[in-house]
């Protein structure tokens, strides 16, 4: 048996997360004092009223090596292998983390680690794809794991940000950039290549009218995007833009699934509010 585990940046939702039998290791995201696990637990618009109150980003850090260990040890007893999707190693030690874990518990030639380059629903775009193949159960973990391979380089992740003020105060932008984009009314597209996030177009104007030119540009890629699924993830943006959103993806008529998510305490404590992205995977 293959058994899929993933940390908490993947955004996939409850839902999709228990269909799948997905096992999750939480980051953690410290406010002051207080450390709370990413996942349920976490309340992002208490987050994110902390962090304007104390005029500061929460801290986020990966898990540990033993926080990963029980997962581990159900899986060797059981004499399970294990594929684990991580974020980008560019932006965390997560994939670090559960390697070191596997080797702790002689586990490693069981253990595929799928770094993902990516964060959010980038990474779900690849556990979905793997929970098909582990369901059809015709190849093993480490066929799926260079199945992923091949796929990372494919999955297009971006998101447009309100603000920059929560990427400059988690260190992500310069003071300069985040001062000049709100005076300009500056609504960059943040795009992760490479396993890092860069600014891609910079749009002008209210963020439902940015949001709806953000998508439209997407049409070159999106015609071309696999039709099993694409991700609407945002971190609390207006039911009615999500909706647009959705409706112009339908427009396409190619979609198995368009999935709906909403950022987890992680990517929320960086992008901040009012932050949307369409996440597919792109076809040759």
């Known amino acids: 048996m293959i058994r899929i585990h993933a940390d908490s940046t993947n955004d996939l939702g409850p839902e999709l997360i228990e269909k799948h039998n997905i096992r999750i290791v939480p980051l953690y995201v410290r406010m002051g004092e207080t450390t709370v696990k990413d996942g349920a637990d976490l309340d992002i618009e208490a987050m994110y009223a902390w962090a304007d109150k104390m005029k500061t980003t929460p801290q986020t850090s990966a898990f540990s090596p033993a926080d990963a260990e029980d997962a581990i040890l159900e ?70 794991w260079l199945e992923m391979q091949s796929l990372i380089p494919r999955v297009r992740a971006s998101f447009v940000v309100d603000t920059l003020l929560y990427l400059w105060r988690g260190g992500r932008c310069s003071a300069v950039s985040a001062l000049a984009a709100s005076a300009l009314g500056i609504k960059p597209k943040i795009v992760v290549e490479n396993g890092k996030m ?63 998510t909403h950022a987890g305490g992680v990517i929320s404590s960086h992008c901040g509010p009012g932050t949307l992205g369409v996440l597919f995977i792109e076809n040759d």
């Open 75 to 144: 899986a060797k007893e059981a004499g399970d292998d294990i594929l684990f999707f991580g974020i980008s190693t560019e932006m965390s030690a997560s994939c670090s983390s559960f390697k070191i874990a596997a080797e702790n518990l002689d586990w490693s030639d069981h253990t595929f680690v799928v770094d993902s380059r990516n964060l959010s629903s980038g990474i779900a775009l690849l556990i979905l794809k793997a929970a098909k193949s582990v369901e059809k159960g015709d190849k093993t973990a480490a066929e799926i």
């Open 198 to 260: 860069g600014v891609g177009h910079k749009y002008r104007g209210r963020i439902d009218k940015v949001i709806e030119k953000y998508v439209a540009d997407l049409a070159p890629q999106l015609k071309r995007a696999d039709p099993d699924a694409v991700f609407i993830t945002h971190s609390g943006v207006q039911p009615e833009i999500v909706e647009k959103v959705r409706k112009s993806l339908q427009g396409y008529k190619k979609f198995d699934s368009i999935i709906e």
